[in-house]
């Protein structure tokens, strides 16, 4: 391409890198420059309110949920298949958590204080929630003392509560590696003592409908706020 040459503009003209257009059209793509800027620019401030609103929406539902005890892992948890009896004696798998939300407290029923409290305070929940998310819930009792906790006192224990709770029993090896899975710690008792107790987590872990581990439910519970949250917790999969 041949050299360009500078020259003056003609009247009516302004010089641009060379070339020399009218300024009527410069002044026209100007305008339409202007008014393509503002369309993009308003564009994007739809987006980012509509964006700002979502977040801090998603923001205020952590917040609620954290507020009332419920602490959601950022990926769901594998929890591992292990074999534990009910309280009717039949054979029970972690692998059968599905279907519903579980809700597993690790206790016994020998426990003079925290056990029996947090019991009837999620026996108490059942007046507090619909009866459909009530019904998409499974809570279950899962005993630190497999020494004391035979499939019928754990049937005597929980139908003290008369609200449908699940009770679980196994080789502590098995219990251990259950409470590890799902951080919610317990420290075996001597069993060699007389009236022995058994060091636990007030926490319950929280298992989603596909089996895998959602989070936990932090201790002590409030159950008003808890029975506020669980419905839009319990209602999605």
Not at 12 to 36: C, E, N, S, W, Y
Request: charged share 20%; net charge neutral.
């Amino acid at each position: 391409m041949p050299p360009r040459h500078s020259s003056p503009a003609e009247p009516g003209h302004r010089v641009i890198q060379g070339d020399t257009f009218p300024l009527t059209i410069v002044a026209t793509m100007t305008r339409k420059h202007i008014a393509i800027f503002a369309l993009i620019a308003a564009a994007v401030l739809a987006l980012g309110l509509v964006a700002g609103e979502a977040l801090r929406g998603k923001s205020n539902s952590a917040a609620a949920l954290q507020d009332a005890g419920i602490i959601m892992l950022p990926q769901a948890r594998q929890v591992p298949a292990l074999e534990f009896l009910d309280q009717d004696g039949k054979p029970f798998s972690t692998s059968q958590l599905k279907d519903q939300w579980s809700l597993l407290f690790f206790g016994y029923t020998f426990c003079p204080d925290i056990c029996p409290a947090t019991l009837a305070q999620l026996r108490q929940l059942r007046t507090q929630i619909p009866e459909e998310t009530w019904n998409n819930l499974r809570i279950v009792l899962v005993s630190v003392d497999p020494a004391r906790d035979t499939p019928e006192q754990m049937k005597k224990y929980l139908g003290y509560f008369n609200a449908g709770f699940m009770g679980l029993s196994g080789e502590p090896d098995t219990i251990q590696k259950l409470s590890s899975a799902v951080s919610i710690p317990f420290i075996p008792a001597d069993t060699s003592k007389e009236n022995y107790t058994v060091d636990h987590s007030g926490n319950l872990a929280i298992i989603g409908p596909d089996g895998t581990q959602r989070g936990f439910i932090r201790a002590p519970i409030n159950i008003d706020k808890l029975a506020a949250q669980l419905p839009g917790l319990v209602g999605g999969k």
